[in-house]
């Protein structure tokens, strides 16, 4: 757009004489850089300020947590969009009281599996195990 405008106001100053089509053809460059500009901040402010998962995507989520037989209950979650193709997923899940403490490194592993087949923009995930007592702390 911006090419097109130079080219057409630089043609008719040529053609012209008349070197105001010139300063014309920069005003509405610029004018087209701040539209562009104003259009990209509203697009990009949710992520600048943190931007969630979806609903639907937390929902996902959170089925994927507590669906794991392994879960007894999940206390506490958040999401938080890095980039646009990078989802964060902060999760804090109390195991079921079967589970030893050996067995919870590879309970997480399979947990964060399956967060990333429901959700494939999970790229980090942060699963800390907890009791629902501890909620507070």
Known sequence: MGLVFAF????????????????IGTLSIGILLGLIAIILAIETKSLLIGEGALPEQSMRIENAITSSP?????????????????????AKIEFSEKTSSPDISNDVDNIEKRIREVEPLAKIIYLEPGLIDDQNS
């Open 8 to 23: 057409v106001c630089v043609l008719i100053a040529d053609v012209t004489g008349n070197a105001v089509w010139d300063g």
């Open 70 to 90: 392994e879960v007894s209950s999940l206390i506490d979650m958040r999401t938080e969009y890095l980039g646009p193709e990078t989802l964060l997923v902060a």
